[in-house]
């Protein structure tokens, strides 16, 4: 490029008319070369009915870039032979002619192979979109074998060759692709029915259920089926045979449902592994697997929600809060094409009619605030209450917890008093939102604000009883620990040391002389602790499953069947069929996976339960919603763009990283049970391989990486990155936010601009656009009339609202649609036929009065 | 994948392909929803191309389309001559265009056409009236409708001429929030 400007200058200083008659030279030498190029599709173009303009400024464009470069091309031949004359600069165009048509061609034919696979975003007809791509197909087919020459054609022959292999390829991998997307058809017929909201909750679901899908994959690949088919097998270890005292109960229904017995000690629980370090003729080592597993499913979850939070973030380019556009979005962006079923659609209507009256009223009312005292009064009381509610629901559950530990230490107590916590807690989640609903209506939020604290609140809830039954649980730890070291030595005495030889190294483990049920063991918190997720996930699946059966199906069959024989219309008076509670079941959603994440180290099975919830969820609620649920009266924004219940996922999934982090990084392992028994932390595990498993050089290199002195810079490292990063992003918001309101000044300058060119005369426009078909014959008179009115109201046209108006309706109405409301239509009426019949100068003014300010604003005059 | 279909030939797929943005299953599909609605009329051949139009009151009767209040102006905005009778090739587009994977600015100039009933390039004031006594089933009342579309105006028209053209129209439409979301139609 920059050498071609080089020349171009040189060109300049000598010879100007040279260069113009070349130039002639070569626009006629293209234009032949372009007709013999042509030839080939003169029948074809001939065919067509109408050349496409995008296809000509290409060829345009083209021209013109050959051109230049045929001409710098044709410099450097000069140069070379230092010569000007035209003659011989003609003679050695004669070889690099063909050249440039190939490049050309190429150029051509690129984009003829871009307009190939952008034909579908153009908005023609189909038949033209069809013709077009044939006939650039056809191009490109017949000219692609001629590009290129020599020992280069055949190459080229064979890329094209493979890239057409390549896209039909990945069109066919296309067409696989959303042949394996599950439940599609489902989900559209919920959709059709509820509208988009409704289905971005089955959607979410299914999102959910992928990702399970993909940690089910790590942890039973992984861990579950090696430990199973190449570990040593049930009874052959202490940690994997049922206590002799608990063996006669072991089978029992009752015990199994508490997941004790035979379930405790099964590899879908922490305290089934062992510690040899490798297992079976492959060498697997089990204890590094196990920990592996554990971090990658944190690692994966987090990437997951990070990167769809980021596509999410990307692919709304809209800020909702722009509020520029209230009523346009509101007529154009309302209705849900989706919407497919009859109930739906009216309801959807009627929110469409309430949605624009609230915002005529707000419009209207947009300054009114009566009485703020006594809204601040009342939501300070709300939020008070609330906290009230958080704080004893916390204290509630970690009673009951404390309780439920003094239960655990009795002896044969009752079904409720082993199911305190998580009756409690079930009970709990189901009775408080509703409460806060209640609550939450002293506080008068507009809605969508209203929901925001609504979940918000139902977040902290959960939050709080999570974390308070974690923190009861860390006690129960704790004691556990402390029982665990009087424990140890009494095995130890047992065993007579026999025991020890197990941990270490990975000889085959002696047999005991004791059996294994007989030995004294620990109380292995790690197993207790993932027992407690299990149960919890399983009761949180129960009540989910009730609550939806007996709130939604036989509440929806009672009203439907016992409405024939009752005092009061039960459908649509009080109880009425159910409405899909979305963003409590997101939320429910969410807290669940919250539980997974936290509970799957201790309890590897976990993920598989989730994965069987989430698909009965699928088909369970996919019935349920359709059989028993109605749609919303409300019709809240489709949750799927917005990155709300993604943000909540990854707080939840960093909070139930922590409890987990902790344990891992700071209890010591159960001596007797899990894969990390004998080590002092389960993080040991990882030194240990790095130790025996690799070459000396990486156990150097990873203890100077794990150096502070290394971490610590690189720590500081990222906080100044992000920092730095943080800083531009907003920096670049604030240019963003600059730009538009740049923009909108413009656009109101343009406005007033064009209003005080336009307005020499605005009432007569306006009356104009009102009485279009009557005032043809009287505009003359009126126009007068119109004068008069100005000149006795002496100002200029446009004007501040007077005050006569604001006392006549509220200043909102005085758009230009305040011309159009019945009172004004009656005294624009009136001037009229004042004017056909009286025109005396005194009487206009009071009528027109009110009307003068009236076009100034409608016509995006700003108020002052 | 079975090539047991004979109502398309191999080159004919691929061009739908190419010129919508559903994949082949869907493309059959498609045709199949289409030949249900007048299974006397279409043949279940369409390799060479005959000239089947389906009536407007057969397209808008699908149940995606039957509820929505829009249904003429989309059926004639797709179809050929503007009356709303549509063949294939325009089922088809109004499907792709409305489909869940086409670009925001390609629904944008279609949705424009929609709402554009009188087809003067302009959304103008009876267009708005329109649209909103559509949307409301002619619940609000006269002065309502009215304020509402001179908000509309007021706030859209960048150009300052009454009335929304096409470039106004976008340049709304593109940031509103679940335009994307709600103008589609899964089929």
Redesign the interface.
Known sequence: EDKEGDESKEEDNGSQPNRASRRKNYQRKNRDGKKAREEGNQKKDRGKTAPNKDQKESENKEKKTTKRGKEGETKQKKDRKNSTSSASSNSSDEESLSEEELAMLKEQVEQKKKLISTMRNKPWRMVKKLSVLREAQNFVEKFEGALGKGKGKKLYAYKMMMAKKWVKFKRDFENFKTQCIPWEMKIKEVESHFGSSVASYFIFLRWMYGVNLVLFGLIFGLVIIPEVLMGMPYGSLPRKTVPRAEQATAMDFSVLWDFEGYIKYSALFYGYYNNQRTIGWLKYRLPMAYFMVGISIFGYSLMVVIRSMARNANESTADGDDDNFIFSWKMFTSWDYLIGNPETADNKFASITTSFKESIVDEQESNKDENIHLRRFLRVLANVLIICCLCGSGYLIYFVVKRSQTFSKMQNVGWYERNEVEIVMSLLGMFCPPLFETIAALENYHPRIGLKWQLGRIFALFLGNLYTFLLALMDDVNEKLAEEDVVKNITHWTLLGHHNSSAGNDSTVTPPPLDPADVPRGPCWETTVGIEFVRLTVSDILVTYITILVGDFIRACFVRFVNYCWCWDLEAGFPSYAEFDISGNVLGLVFNQGMIWMGSFYAPGLVGINVLRLLTSMYFQCWAVMSSNVPHARVFKASKSNNFYMGLLLLILFLSLLPVAYTIMSLPPSFDCGPFSGKKRMYDVIQETIELDFPLFVAKIFSYVANPGLIIPAILLMVLTIYYLNAVSKAYQRANAELKKKMQMQREEEKNKRNNKASTNPMLQDLEDLLTPSTKTESPLKQAEDKKIESLNGTSPVRKPGRGEVLAGSPMAGGRGAAFTPPSQVFVAQPRTLGVRAPYPGQPRPWGHPLGPVPGRGRGQPCY | ?GNKQTIFTQEQLD?Y?????F????ILRLFHRYRDLAPQLVPLDYSDKPAVTLPYELIGSM????????RQRIAEVFS?HGDGNMTL??F??MF?V?SEM??R??KA???FKI?DFNNDDYICKSD?EK??NK???N??T???V???????I???????DGKLSLAD?QH????????????????
């Open positions: 994948m061009a392909q190419d010129c919508t943005f994949t082949r299953k869907e149940p995606e389309l039957k509820d929505n209040p829009f050929e090739d325009d088809l587009d792709s409305l086409a670009p600015d390609l100039y279609y949705a709402y708005l649209t909103v949307l409301t089933r619940e609000l006269p002065e309502e009215s304020l509402v579309c001179e908000k509309v007021y706030e859209a028209d960048a150009d300052n129209f709304m439409i593109i940031r509103a929030p679940d335009f994307l979301s709600t103008f589609h139609i899964r089929i």
